[in-house]
Nanobody, 124 residues
Framework: QVQLVESGGGLVQAGGSLNVSCVGS????????MAWFRQAPGKEREFVAA????????DYLNSMKGRVSISGDNTKNTLYLQIDSLKPEDTAVYYC?????????????????WGQGTQVTVAS
C-alpha cells in the first residue's frame, strides 16, 4: 500500500513563492507516475503538474506554465512542487497523487493513491 504525506503549505502573500513536498512510503517513486492536484473551495479537483516514474517527463496545467515546477528525488521518495508569482486564485488544498500506469488523461479518477492534502492560502 502506498502512503503519501504532503507538507509545506501555508499562508503566502501574492507574488511570493511556495514549495510543497510529498513523501511516499510503501513503494519507491521510480515505480509510480506522480502528480499534483489542487482543489479550491466549491470547485472540482484539478490537475496541476505530473512527473513520470522515469523522471524524464513532466507536464503542467496550461494556465500555470512558466510559474510552476515539479521535481522528484527518488533517493528520498519525495516529490516537490514549486509555485512562483502566487495569486489569490492559487488558494486551494494541494494534493499529491500516484498511479502505476501512465495515461494521457489527468482525471483524478485515474490515480490510485492520494495524500491528505496541504492547504495553500494566498493573501492579496
Amino acid at each position: 500500500q502506498v502512503q503519501l504525506v504532503e507538507s509545506g503549505g501555508g499562508l503566502v502573500q501574492a507574488g511570493g513563492s511556495l514549495n510543497v513536498s510529498c513523501v511516499g512510503s510503501g513503494r519507491t517513486f521510480n515505480l509510480l507516475n506522480m502528480a499534483w492536484f489542487r482543489q479550491a473551495p466549491g470547485k472540482e479537483r484539478e490537475f496541476v503538474a505530473a512527473f513520470s516514474k522515469s523522471g524524464l517527463s513532466t507536464d503542467y496545467l496550461n494556465s500555470m506554465k512558466g510559474r510552476v515546477s515539479i521535481s522528484g528525488d527518488n533517493t528520498k521518495n519525495t516529490l516537490y512542487l514549486q509555485i512562483d508569482s502566487l495569486k489569490p486564485e492559487d488558494t486551494a488544498v494541494y494534493y499529491c497523487a500516484a498511479r502505476e500506469h501512465r495515461t494521457y488523461s489527468y482525471s483524478p479518477d485515474g490515480f490510485e493513491y492520494w495524500g491528505q492534502g496541504t492547504q495553500v492560502t494566498v493573501a492579496s
